[in-house]
């Protein structure tokens, strides 16, 4: 499996809204970093993704405008757009920012070893 094969699995593992659809491709001594806080290691993360999960029913989550700038048989990162929508207060809501994932090669497996998702700066008037 490639980092661009782990990277799509994690993804569509996450709109299965379960940790354990996306546990084996997040490294355990991981780091993410949220607008809600940072999260180091399998529970912290798994805590802030359930938290998640809670507050936006029916949340649906998908990555585009990807570009991998950095690759070498050892690790590799890759920027993007992410952008979600899902149901809030029974009212449907969407968002975007920005993300960055790094993965690294453990044995014959990628896994992620640090996900950055942040809002957008704001646009100049």
Not at 29 to 46: E, K, L, M, N, Y
Not at 77 to 86: A, E, H, P, Q, V
Request: charged fraction near 25%; glycine fraction near 8%.
């Amino acid at each position: 499996m490639t980092p661009q094969d782990t990277l799509k699995r994690y993804e569509a593992g996450l709109n299965q809204r379960s940790w354990d659809a996306i546990a084996e491709f997040v490294s355990e001594d991981a780091v993410f970093w949220f607008t809600s806080g940072s999260h180091q290691g399998h529970a912290a993360i798994r805590a802030a993704c359930e938290r998640t999960w809670a507050s936006i029913p029916e949340e649906r989550y998908w990555l585009d405008k990807l570009v991998w700038i950095a690759a070498s048989d050892a690790a590799a990162s890759c920027i993007y757009r992410f952008n979600w929508t899902g149901m809030v207060d029974g009212k449907p809501v969407a968002g975007n920012g920005r993300g960055t994932t790094v993965l690294r090669k453990q044995g014959d497996r990628w896994l992620i070893v640090h996900e950055h998702l942040s809002r957008f700066p704001p646009t100049p008037d």
